[in-house]
């Protein structure tokens, strides 16, 4: 059975760092395109960084372009996200998600519009993270 556990979140002052992993298993990684979105209180969803696993390819939201970066290791499975420059509207819970291949047109159509109403794409339990002094 296909999972994703994330971990990594927590508190941070602004201007600081962290890294999100996401663990999966049941499956393997090689063949799937990677996301993160993030949902803050009160806002909906967004996507903030997604990854072809066909050709290479990123987008990153241009909130976060510059300071977020994705990553994967096909061979430990996991997938990352180094957050640096932390700002207080970094604010939210983030969740990674995972998608075949061949779902994907383009990343950022992937990653702006999502994938709501079809089951293509799975999902983790989502990592707090906070930005506050």
């Known amino acids: 059975q296909l999972q994703l556990v994330e971990s990594g979140g927590g508190l941070v002052q602004p201007g600081g760092s962290l890294r999100l992993s996401c663990a999966a298993s049941?499956?393997?990684?090689?063949?799937?395109?990677i996301g993160w979105f993030r949902q803050a209180p009160g806002k909906e969803r967004e996507g903030v960084s997604c990854?072809?696993?066909?050709?290479?390819?990123?987008y990153y939201a241009d909130s976060v372009k510059g300071r977020f970066t994705i990553s994967r290791d096909n061979a430990k499975n996991t997938v990352y996200l180094q957050m640096n420059s932390l700002r207080p509207e970094d604010t939210a819970v983030y969740y990674c998600?995972?998608?075949?291949?061949?779902?994907?047109?383009?990343?950022?159509?992937?990653?702006?519009?999502?994938?709501?109403?079809?089951?293509?794409?799975?999902w983790g339990q989502g990592t707090q993270v906070t930005v506050s002094s």
């Open positions: 049941g499956f393997t990684l090689d063949y799937y395109s």
């Open positions: 998600t995972v998608v075949q291949n061949w779902v994907v047109t383009t990343v950022q159509a992937w990653c702006v519009r999502g994938l709501s109403g079809t089951t293509y794409d799975s």
């Open positions: 990854s072809s696993g066909r050709d290479g390819s990123t």
